[in-house]
Structure formats: structure tokens, C-alpha cells
């Protein structure tokens, strides 16, 4: 029993990890869309109502039962769908405009800041020492790997507003999640997160200027890759494991997701790998190890 209850664990932390390497390879995508075209807000749309278009289509064919959720809880999915997902991306799209990409960057990694106090306080989740010392290491970590101290940070204090509104939108996935898995299975609350993230983010849309972004075979394979292994793929993989993890645990250990992107961007994008970022992967890693 306890070897099945280890391997459930281990399967679980494996997703989040996989789910964060495959939201760290974002940049893949993004960078290659924008060349063409393509806006911030351009990608939150196509990534949003994307998802939801591919999610609804497989599981129209495969299990049409994620569909059937009760009135009384579809607050749960506008929290995951509305509030986190689409929130989260608006919010650091903006402090990105308007503070450095570093600032941003490691004001967005405060989410696991907040899912541990918001998880004590709502279901008394332990705040252990080995909790908080992972956290001080990744937290530690995903500054270096962002280059805070690098000597270029820019801030504002509506920028600093922003961004922590970044973290804390992007907090509230793991909280509204577990309320959600409560009742439902991780496929359930991703394609219910979807069906709400996608039509909300069409508020967003400028069809003109999406048209003209999208008049490629190129772009749209982009977009697809974008979708497929950067959205729906780890979104699933992250729900799937919060519903056998605790949530501030799993939140930090998605604090990977930045090593991740700066290994894509020395291996895609040939940037340079500076002490600091190798520095700043260590921590990460040892923060992740800590809480296997």
C-alpha cells in the first residue's frame, strides 16, 4: 500500500515538473509569433480560446462527461478560468510594458509566496521549515535566473502593483483548482477552465491586426505548437498533479518553469549562460529536491 501511495506521489510530482518545462518552452512560440506579428495580447487570446476550441473538440469525441458540472460550481472554473488565468497573463503583459522583463519576471514567482499562505490559512496546510527554506531557494533562485541582480531592474510602483498582481492571479489557479478537484477529476476542471479563460479573453481580440498576424501556414503552426505544448499540455499536467499534492508544494515546485526558460533560450536563441543564472538553476533545483 505504501508503494502505491509513493508512486501516486511521484507520478504527481512528475507532472507538475513536466508541466512546468513545457510552460518554461513558451518562448519557442512566443518569440517566433511576435516576430510575425503578433502581440502580448494577441497570444493570450489565441492561447486562451485555443485551448478551449482543442479541448472541447477531443473531449466532444473522447469523454463528453467532463461537461456535466453543477450549477452551484461553475464559481470554481470562473476563479481558475476568469480570474487566475486571464488575469494573470493581463496583469504581467502590463508590467512588462512598463518595468523591466526581469522585474516582471520575478514579480510573477511570488505565486508560490501566496498559494502557501493562502493554502494555511484556508485548509491549514503545514508551513513546514523545509517548506520554507524551498521556498526562500526557489524564490532566491528565479531572481538570479531573471537577473534582478544584474544591476538593470526598472520598476514602478504601478508597475510593482502589476506585477504582484501577476503572482497573485497566477496563485489563485492552485487555490481555486483544489476547490474544484474536491468535486471534479483534473480533466473536468481544465477543459471548465478553458471554456471560461477562452471566451473572456476574446474582450482582448483586434480581428484586423489577428487576421493579418495569422495570413501564414508558418504562424498558424506556431500558434498550434503554442496551444498544444505550451497551454493545454501543461495545464493538464498541472491540474493532475494538484489534485494528489498539496498546493503551496506544488507551487513551488512549478518554480522550475524559469530554468526551464533559460536553458530554451541558451539552446533556441543562443543567449548567453552568465554565473548568475547557473547560480540561480542550483537554487531553483535545490529547492525542488528538498521537497520530493
Known amino acids: 500500500m505504501e508503494d502505491k501511495k509513493t508512486a501516486r506521489t511521484g507520478g504527481a510530482y512528475a507532472s507538475i515538473l513536466g508541466a512546468a518545462v513545457l510552460w518554461g518552452i513558451i518562448g519557442l512560440w512566443n518569440r517566433n509569433l511576435m516576430a510575425g506579428g503578433f ?19 477531443v473531449f466532444a469525441v473522447r469523454d463528453r462527461s467532463v461537461f456535466r458540472v453543477r450549477r452551484e460550481h461553475l464559481k470554481y472554473f470562473f476563479g ?15 508590467c512588462q510594458r512598463i ?6 519576471s520575478i514579480l510573477l514567482y511570488t505565486a508560490p509566496s501566496f498559494v502557501v499562505v493562502l493554502s494555511s490559512v484556508l485548509w491549514r496546510e503545514p508551513v513546514t521549515k523545509k517548506k520554507l527554506l524551498a521556498l526562500g ?11 534582478v541582480f544584474a544591476g538593470d531592474l526598472t520598476v514602478t510602483a504601478g508597475g510593482v502593483l502589476l506585477g504582484l498582481g501577476s503572482g497573485f492571479f497566477y496563485a489563485l489557479y492552485s487555490i481555486f483548482g483544489r476547490c474544484a478537484l474536491a468535486r471534479y477529476g483534473p480533466m473536468t476542471v481544465t477543459v471548465w477552465t478553458f471554456l471560461f479563460a477562452g471566451p473572456a479573453s476574446l474582450a482582448l481580440l483586434r480581428p484586423e491586426r489577428m487576421a493579418a498576424a495569422l495570413s501564414s501556414p508558418r504562424q498558424w503552426l506556431l500558434s498550434l505548437g503554442l ?27 512549478a518554480s522550475l ?33 528538498i521537497l520530493r
Open 80 to 94: 481558475t478560468g476568469v480570474i487566475s488565468v486571464l488575469l494573470f497573463t493581463v496583469c504581467y503583459f502590463s
Open 137 to 147: 531557494l526557489t524564490l532566491l533562485g528565479c531572481a538570479l535566473v531573471c537577473g
Open 39 to 57: 502581440t502580448p495580447t494577441d497570444i493570450v487570446v489565441v492561447r486562451n480560446f485555443g485551448g478551449m476550441l482543442l479541448l472541447a473538440a
Open 227 to 253: 496551444v498544444v505544448f505550451s497551454t493545454v499540455a501543461p495545464y493538464i499536467l498541472y491540474t493532475r498533479g494538484l489534485a494528489r499534492v498539496e498546493s503551496g508544494r506544488a507551487s513551488i515546485m
Open 99 to 104: 518595468c523591466s522583463l526581469a522585474a516582471a
Open 257 to 289: 518553469e524559469p530554468v526551464a526558460a533559460t536553458l530554451v533560450g541558451v539552446l533556441a536563441f543562443g543567449e548567453s549562460l552568465s554565473p548568475a543564472s547557473v547560480a540561480g538553476i542550483l537554487c531553483v533545483l535545490a529547492g525542488v529536491y
